[in-house]
């Protein structure tokens, strides 16, 4: 079905200049590279999983943590996708009611 990995959007950037963990400026650097868990299918993890983790599918560039390369993403069963998809609706607010 796909593989369960963490990835974020974007390739690895600059820190910004740091003016404290509480600044805006940092807040959002720390938002935008944390590695989030998603599924992937086989064919992106194969161009996902290189030497540095970085790769560009679709016209965007992402970047997969180095504990979800070398081969070591976990395999999902259908029954286990499904599972996952319905926690992080859950997670989300979001529900099947529409």
């Given at each position: 079905?796909?593989?369960?990995?963490?990835?974020?959007?974007?390739?690895p950037?600059?820190?910004p200049e740091?003016?404290?963990?509480?600044?805006?400026?940092?807040?959002?650097?720390?938002e935008?590279?944390?590695?989030?868990?998603?599924?992937?299918c086989?064919?992106?993890?194969?161009?996902?999983?290189?030497?540095?983790?970085?790769a560009e599918?679709?016209?965007?560039?992402?970047?997969?943590?180095?504990?979800s390369?070398g081969?070591?993403?976990?395999?999902?069963?259908e029954?286990?996708?499904?599972?996952?998809?319905?926690?992080?609706?859950?997670?989300?607010?979001?529900?099947?009611?529409?």
């Amino acid at each position: 079905m796909g593989l369960r990995v963490l990835v974020t959007a974007g390739g690895p950037g600059p820190v910004p200049e740091h003016r404290g963990p509480n600044s805006a400026a940092y807040k959002s650097y720390r938002e935008e590279t944390t590695f989030r868990p998603a599924v992937v299918c086989s064919a992106c993890y194969l161009t996902l999983d290189n030497r540095v983790g970085v790769a560009e599918i679709g016209g965007q560039t992402f970047n997969l943590a180095g504990s979800s390369r070398g081969d070591r993403a976990r395999a999902m069963t259908e029954p286990q996708y499904r599972e996952w998809q319905r926690k992080e609706a859950e997670r989300l607010g979001l529900n099947d009611a529409g």
